[in-house]
């Protein structure tokens, strides 16, 4: 069974930096595409960004484009968000999940979620 941890928020000023990972385990890394998904208090889960199993393609969030990339080390079953520019409206718990195709990362119904990782985005 797939199991992600997620790792790496914080509390960040305004306009600083922060670099999320998610370690996969209990599967075959390199066949699934990976998102990396956020949840602000009282709003719905949403894709920030995906990236296709072999890291050659991925897809953004309009709210993130330009200021976040992800990335993935398929030898270290791990995929990183790293955020930049980052905005009080950034501020959520963000998770990890897998999927066989890019475009399906975007539906974020009947999911698990693992703990999450806080960032907060605050002067």
């Known amino acids: 069974q797939v199991q992600l941890v997620e790792s790496g928020g914080g509390l960040v000023q305004p306009g600083g930096s922060l670099r999320l990972s998610c370690a996969f385990s209990?599967?075959?890394?390199?066949?699934?595409?990976m998102g990396w998904y956020r949840q602000a208090a009282g709003k719905e889960c949403e894709l920030v960004a995906g990236?296709?199993?072999?890291?050659?393609?991925?897809d953004y969030a309009d709210s993130v484009k330009g200021r976040f990339t992800i990335s993935r080390d398929n030898a270290k079953k791990t995929v990183y968000l790293q955020m930049n520019s980052l905005k009080p409206e950034d501020t959520a718990v963000y998770y990890c999940?897998?999927?066989?195709?890019?475009?399906?990362?975007?539906?974020?119904?009947?999911?698990?979620w693992g703990q999450g990782t806080q960032v907060t985005v605050s002067s």
């Open positions: 209990g599967g075959i890394f390199s066949v699934y595409a």
């Open positions: 999940n897998t999927d066989r195709f890019l475009f399906k990362l975007r539906e974020t119904q009947g999911r698990s």
């Open positions: 990236i296709t199993p072999a890291g050659g393609s991925t």
